[in-house]
Nanobody
Framework: QLQLVESGGGLVQPGGSLRLSCICS????????IGWFQQAPGEERKGVSA????GGTVTADDRFIISRDNAKNTVYLQMNDLKPEDTGVYYC??????????????????WGQGTQVTVSS
C-alpha cells in the first residue's frame, strides 16, 4: 500500500519561505497524481496545489509551486511569501492516475500524517 511521509514544516516569519517534501513508498510515484492540502485550525481541509503524473499542475495560490521528482519518489511544495493565514497542518495525498488531478480532498485515497506550518512574527 502506498505510504506518504511529509517533512519540512516549521515556524517562519511572514514573508518567508518553506519547502515541504512528500516522500512516497510502497508503490511507484508515477502511478499517482499528488496533491497538497492545508488544514487550518477549526477549518476543513482544502486543496493548495496538485501535480499530475505528466507534470501538469493545478494550484489555488500562485505563491505555492508544486513539483515532483519521480526518480526520488518525492513531491515538493515550495511556499513563498508566507502569510499568517497559511498556518496549519499540510498534508500530501495521492490519487490514481486513472482519475483526474484535482484539489478536492474527498477524491484522494492515500494520505500522509501531515507537517505543521506556523507563520508568525
Amino acid at each position: 500500500q502506498l505510504q506518504l511521509v511529509e517533512s519540512g514544516g516549521g515556524l517562519v516569519q511572514p514573508g518567508g519561505s518553506l519547502r515541504l517534501s512528500c516522500i512516497c513508498s510502497g508503490g511507484t510515484l508515477d502511478s499517482y497524481h499528488i496533491g497538497w492540502f492545508q488544514q487550518a485550525p477549526g477549518e476543513e481541509r482544502k486543496g493548495v496545489s496538485a501535480v499530475s503524473t505528466s507534470g501538469g499542475t493545478v494550484t489555488a495560490d500562485d505563491r505555492f509551486i508544486i513539483s515532483r521528482d519521480n526518480a526520488k519518489n518525492t513531491v515538493y511544495l515550495q511556499m513563498n511569501d508566507l502569510k499568517p493565514e497559511d498556518t496549519g497542518v499540510y498534508y500530501c495525498a495521492a490519487i490514481s492516475r486513472a482519475r483526474s488531478v484535482n484539489l478536492d480532498p474527498r477524491r484522494y485515497d492515500y494520505w500522509g500524517q501531515g507537517t505543521q506550518v506556523t507563520v508568525s512574527s
